[in-house]
């Protein structure tokens, strides 16, 4: 129905409609967007029971985020140089073959932190293959022209899995049970993450072999990809728009992403319960509300504050001031109520943005191109959590989220009036 109402709002859509290739990356997409999510519930309530320090925590989200870092740009250079196709299903294979060895640790009794730490530095080195080479499938399977249509469809299909897959992920891993067998009964409380972690693995398989056989184009200007990751980065340093904005991008996510993923589940760990469906609600909001911000997007594509550049700048700004009293909420409602408005905002220019700068990248790059965003976006958001984690041993939660909003803003401030990102226009 999403990709329906999408389509109808232009009948330029149609041949999306219509586009075998395109409907068949579109499903395998979302297999694999519907087990992350399972995922995103399971991880840190699974180290919360184990351990409910919030330095474990940001440390566990560290060990995500440092082969995801060092590796991603190297991630870039290889989908250039062998494919996307190629390196996106052998990203997905390590993926579903570390879940199913999570999930069978967890299942006998043998999780311990190094085991899971370890699981999350193996997600973390097939992310750095999957993020760049997911983003390069999209430009090799529809025509040029419907390329902000067709990132409009998957990340408005994306947000609606993070809408509903968490609330599910929640209940799932609060009432699911496995038969009990030879099992410590101990172990039998874990088995809705055992579950969660399997039907992610089970995604991430079908997903990989859904594209072993769809044709990718050949972009123009892609047969000279052939060399370095050092040409890609010396390409963005030298262009001051692509580096002032990625620049920007990478202090909102360090700002941003923390306080949401160690800071939420902390949340709802002491204020609500049970606490897995309570999480699964606060960010079922936040996909819900990305979600209509994306749809809104969609049916007003033209629409600005001036130019791109200060309608980012605007929605920053108004989701700064939403962070500030999430430290605060003792209601469910409450929490749920700020997090669609956050999701809102961050919908409306996630489609504008992605779309910019796949435009702005010259075809041969755009591998190399695109894992430097995935690094700013999903790189240095587990660096934020483990800073995070770090930051919560001295300080509380409302003082946590009150200050993150507050460096928001000056963030947003000083860009406007001290770098160029106000003159950023649609390319």
């Given at each position: 129905?999403?990709?329906?109402?999408s389509?109808?709002?232009?009948?330029?859509?149609?041949?999306?409609?219509?586009?075998?290739?395109?409907?068949?990356?579109?499903?395998?997409?979302?297999?694999?967007?519907?087990?992350?999510?399972?995922?995103?519930?399971?991880?840190?309530?699974?180290?919360?029971?184990?351990s409910?320090?919030?330095m474990?925590?940001?440390?566990?989200?560290?060990?995500?985020?440092?082969?995801?870092?060092?590796?991603?740009?190297?991630?870039?250079?290889?989908?250039?140089?062998?494919?996307?196709?190629?390196?996106?299903m052998?990203?997905?294979?390590?993926?579903?073959?570390?879940?199913?060895?999570?999930?069978?640790?967890?299942?006998?009794?043998?999780?311990?932190?190094?085991?899971?730490?370890?699981?999350?530095?193996?997600?973390?080195?097939?992310?750095?293959?999957?993020?760049?080479?997911?983003?390069?499938?999209?430009?090799?399977?529809?025509?040029?022209?419907?390329?902000e249509?067709?990132n409009?469809?998957?990340?408005?299909?994306?947000?609606?899995?993070?809408?509903?897959?968490?609330?599910?992920?929640?209940?799932?891993?609060?009432?699911?049970?496995?038969?009990?067998?030879?099992?410590?009964?101990?172990?039998?409380?874990?088995?809705?993450?055992?579950?969660?972690?399997?039907?992610?693995?089970?995604?991430?398989a079908?997903?990989?072999?859904?594209?072993?056989?769809?044709?990718?184009?050949?972009?123009?200007?892609?047969?000279?990809?052939?060399?370095?990751?050092?040409?890609?980065?010396?390409?963005?340093?030298?262009?001051?728009?692509?580096?002032?904005?990625?620049?920007?991008?990478a202090?909102?996510?360090l700002?941003?992403?923390?306080?949401?993923?160690?800071?939420?589940?902390?949340?709802?760990?002491?204020?609500?319960?049970?606490?897995?469906?309570?999480?699964?609600?606060?960010?079922?909001?936040?996909?819900?509300?990305?979600?209509?911000?994306?749809?809104?997007?969609?049916?007003?594509?033209?629409?600005?504050?001036?130019?791109?550049?200060?309608?980012?700048?605007?929605v920053?700004?108004?989701?700064?001031?939403?962070?500030?009293?999430?430290?605060?909420?003792?209601?469910?409602?409450?929490?749920?109520?700020?997090?669609?408005?956050?999701?809102?905002?961050?919908?409306?220019v996630?489609?504008?943005?992605?779309?910019?700068?796949?435009?702005?990248?010259?075809?041969?790059?755009?591998?190399?191109?695109?894992?430097?965003?995935?690094?700013?976006?999903?790189?240095?958001?587990?660096?934020?959590?483990?800073?995070?984690?770090?930051?919560?041993?001295?300080?509380?939660?409302?003082?946590?989220?009150?200050?993150?909003?507050?460096?928001?803003?000056?963030?947003?401030?000083?860009?406007?009036?001290?770098?160029?990102?106000?003159?950023?226009?649609?390319?």
């Open positions: 129905m999403l990709v329906n109402t389509l109808a709002l232009e009948g330029q859509a149609r041949p999306l409609a219509h586009d075998r290739n395109f409907r068949r990356l579109l499903a395998c997409a979302v297999a694999s967007m519907v087990g992350d999510q399972f995922t995103l519930v399971a991880f840190p309530l699974l180290i919360m029971a184990i409910p320090e919030p474990t925590l940001g440390w566990a989200f560290a060990a995500l985020a440092l082969p995801r870092a060092l590796f991603l740009l190297a991630g870039g250079s290889l989908v250039d140089r062998f494919g996307a196709r190629s390196i996106w052998s990203g997905c294979y390590g993926s579903a073959l570390t879940l199913v060895g999570l999930a069978w640790a967890l299942y006998t009794g043998h999780a311990t932190l190094p085991i899971i730490y370890g699981a999350a530095a193996l997600l973390g080195l097939c992310s750095a293959l999957t993020l760049p080479a997911g983003s390069a499938l999209v430009p090799g399977i529809v025509d040029p022209r419907d390329l249509r067709a409009g469809i998957f990340l408005a299909l994306r947000q609606l899995t993070i809408a509903i897959g968490p609330v599910a992920a929640g209940g799932l891993i609060a009432h699911a049970f496995l038969p009990l067998g030879t099992r410590p009964a101990a172990n039998a409380a874990l088995d809705g993450y055992v579950i969660a972690f399997a039907l992610d693995a089970l995604t991430f079908l997903s990989a072999f859904g594209l072993r056989t769809l044709p990718i184009r050949l972009i123009p200007g892609a047969e000279t990809s052939r060399h370095s990751t050092t040409e890609g980065l010396r390409y963005f340093f030298h262009n001051r728009p692509l580096r002032t904005y990625l620049s920007y991008m202090a909102m996510t700002l941003m992403s923390g306080p949401v993923q160690v800071a939420l589940p902390l949340l709802a760990h002491a204020r609500f319960t049970p606490e897995a469906t309570a999480l699964g609600w606060l960010f079922g909001a936040q996909g819900a509300g990305t979600l209509l911000g994306m749809l809104m997007f969609t049916a007003s594509p033209k629409l600005r504050i001036v130019n791109l550049g200060v309608t980012l700048l605007a920053d700004a108004a989701i700064a001031l939403l962070v500030m009293p999430l430290g605060w909420i003792h209601a469910l409602w409450q929490g749920v109520t700020l997090l669609f408005a956050i999701g809102v905002f961050g919908g409306f996630q489609v504008m943005a992605f779309t910019w700068l796949q435009r702005a990248l010259p075809a041969h790059l755009l591998g190399r191109g695109m894992s430097l965003f995935m690094l700013v976006f999903f790189g240095l958001a587990p660096v934020s959590a483990a800073i995070s984690g770090w930051v919560l041993q001295w300080v509380s939660i409302e003082i946590l989220f009150l200050v993150t909003g507050a460096l928001l803003l000056a963030v947003v401030f000083f860009s406007y009036f001290g770098s160029g990102l106000r003159r950023l226009s649609d390319v």
